[in-house]
């Protein structure tokens, strides 16, 4: 059974950067034919795709997001992280981390709600 749990700051300020990591149990990063993404929705809002780090550790954010993100991954630890530069209080969300498959997001984490306040 693999397991993701995302870890972080809930409360960052403006124009900080927002530094995410998750944590993967049950199953390899490295593992062939998955990709490991971060989502996010922002209150009232639907799910937004902000970026993913592939098996073999290519990167990939959305266009809207690109300039001010940043996806690693650490195989050592098991673990992807994202950053997400110049936040605003329209960064505000609850952020997921999930597993890719080419059909869908099988595993998910718990989601972590990160607020961008003064």
């Known amino acids: 059974q693999v397991q993701l749990q995302e870890s972080g700051p809930g409360l960052v300020k403006p124009s900080q950067t927002l530094s995410l990591t998750c944590t993967v149990s049950?199953?390899?990063?490295?593992?062939?034919?998955?990709?490991w993404s971060w989502i996010r929705q922002p209150p009232g809002k639907g799910l937004e795709w902000v970026g993913r780090?592939?098996?073999?550790?290519?990167?990939y954010c959305a266009p809207s997001l690109k300039s001010r993100t940043s996806i690693s991954r650490d195989t050592s630890k098991n673990q992807f992280s994202l950053q997400l530069r110049s936040v605003t209080p329209e960064d505000t969300a609850v952020y997921y981390c999930?597993?890719?498959?080419?059909?869908?997001?099988?595993?998910w984490g718990q989601g972590t709600q990160v607020t961008v306040s003064p």
């Open positions: 049950g199953g390899s990063i490295t593992t062939t034919g998955y990709a």
């Open positions: 780090v592939t098996d073999d550790g290519n990167s």
């Open positions: 999930a597993r890719e498959t080419w059909l869908s997001y099988d595993y």
